[in-house]
T-cell receptor, first 113, second 113 residues
Framework: AQSVAQPEDQVNVAEGNPLTVKCTYS??????LFWYVQYPNRGLQFLLK??????LVKGSYGFEAEFNKSQTSFHLKKPSALVSDSALYFC???????????FGKGTTLSVSS | NAGVTQTPKFQVLKTGQSMTLQCAQD?????MSWYRQDPGMGLRLIHY???????DQGEVPNGYNVSRSTTEDFPLRLLSAAPSQTSVYFC????????????FGPGTRLTVT
């Protein structure tokens, strides 16, 4: 079965430190990969995506993600966390030949001052 | 652009009642979808549409109906509400079903008693 795993329910970092939110996937073929962020009582907002090309993708608000085909991972990173980055982050995968977007269960990022 | 709009924001239903959640987008997107978000389960696809007049089932379609008579609107109908349908519902749209990011509405929080 095709799936997306976000192994950490919560990630805690101090402001100014680098952050990583992990995502691994299990789909056939070469999927499209996405990260979304959700602030409390809001809809999801698109952060970045990988379609093809350079494995390091840069997105909104200083976030970036690295696609690793051999490890089937697409970890979200930021060099210096802000308190305002605290939110719920979702990794999502769309199999290239399909139309359904498969979401991970989400990781809550908490950045302390 | 208003983006993706959803009404109502909140709704309480009694078991067995029916209702329609409204979704509209003004970006001329062909692809629209409905998700439900439950704690610890991420987002799960209910139904989607690749264009006016075309709809298909997602992962959890039971108890829900959709129609797509125009490009702009994609209402979700609950036929006979059950407590298991208590959730937050998100509508999303995108230019296409594969490599394009989705734009999400603000959500409808539904409680079925």
């Amino acid at each position: 079965a095709q799936s997306v795993a976000q192994p950490e329910d919560q990630v805690n970092v101090a402001e100014g430190n680098p952050l990583t939110v992990k995502c691994t996937y299990s789909v056939s073929g070469n999927p499209y990969l996405f990260w979304y962020v959700q602030y409390p009582n809001r809809g999801l907002q698109f952060l970045l995506k990988y379609i093809t090309g350079d494995n390091l993708v840069k997105g909104s608000y200083g976030f970036e993600a690295e696609f690793n085909k051999s490890q089937t991972s697409f970890h979200l990173k930021k060099p210096s966390a802000l308190v305002s980055d605290s939110a719920l982050y979702f990794c999502a995968v769309r199999p290239q030949a399909g139309t359904a977007l498969i979401f991970g269960k989400g990781t809550t990022l908490s950045v302390s001052s | 652009n208003a983006g993706v709009t959803q009404t109502p924001k909140f709704q309480v239903l009694k078991t067995g009642q029916s209702m329609t959640l409204q979704c509209a987008q003004d970006m001329n997107h062909e692809y629209m979808s409905w998700y439900r978000q439950d704690p610890g389960m991420g987002l799960r696809l209910i139904h989607y549409s690749v264009g006016a007049g075309i709809t298909d089932q997602g992962e959890v379609p039971n108890g829900y109906n959709v129609s797509r008579s125009t490009t702009e609107d994609f209402p979700l109908r609950l036929l006979s509400a059950a407590p298991s349908q208590t959730s937050v519902y998100f509508c999303a749209s995108s230019y296409g079903p594969t490599g394009y990011e989705q734009y999400f509405g603000p959500g409808t929080r539904l409680t079925v008693t």
